[in-house]
């Protein structure tokens, strides 16, 4: 069994949901040497979040977005967390709402996805910074 681990940078996205699967292998290229194994996405941030859905359509992106804040607004009365701004405590509650990690099952050297799936970076932040995942990979 074979482990890998590496920590990568994403750069600042604006707020909104965005394809980052081929970012993420272009940093994992010895994934290739995995017939079987399982790769772990975990973001390192409790403003944004990961999912994983639609790869070919952008409007279901757009959707994402349009949906997650009629269910989470910005500027409820009742947030007490708003110290960095009406986007603060809503981010918060998005990212914990759509999770901070992903398995993806790798299969011959690549991921094991269905045919319309890819890995999206959930940003959350009207203002963010650059963004930071540890990507663990295991497997033979």
């Known amino acids: 069994m074979s482990w890998i681990q590496k920590e990568i940078v ?3 996205f604006s707020r909104g949901f965005h394809l ?5 292998l272009a940093e994992l290229p010895e994934i290739t040497d995995f017939q079987m194994g399982t790769l772990q996405v975990f973001i390192k941030h409790t403003s944004a979040s990961l999912t994983l859905n639609e790869n070919a359509d952008p409007t279901v992106r ?3 977005e349009s949906h997650i804040n009629q ?6 009365t009742y947030y007490r967390h ?3 701004g009406p986007d603060d405590m809503p981010a918060h509650i998005k990212a914990s709402l759509l999770g901070s ?6 299969s011959s050297g ?3 996805l269905g045919i ?8 959350h932040r009207n203002r963010p910074s650059g963004r930071r995942l540890v990507l663990n990979l295991w497997g033979i």
């Open 10 to 12: 994403l750069p600042g």
């Open 20 to 24: 980052i699967t081929s970012r993420i």
């Open 62 to 64: 757009q959707d994402f």
């Open 71 to 76: 269910m989470v607004p910005e500027d409820a």
């Open 82 to 84: 708003t110290l960095e």
């Open 101 to 106: 990690s992903l398995h993806i099952p790798v």
């Open 110 to 112: 690549k991921l094991n």
């Open 116 to 123: 319309w799936q890819g890995i999206y970076l959930c940003e």
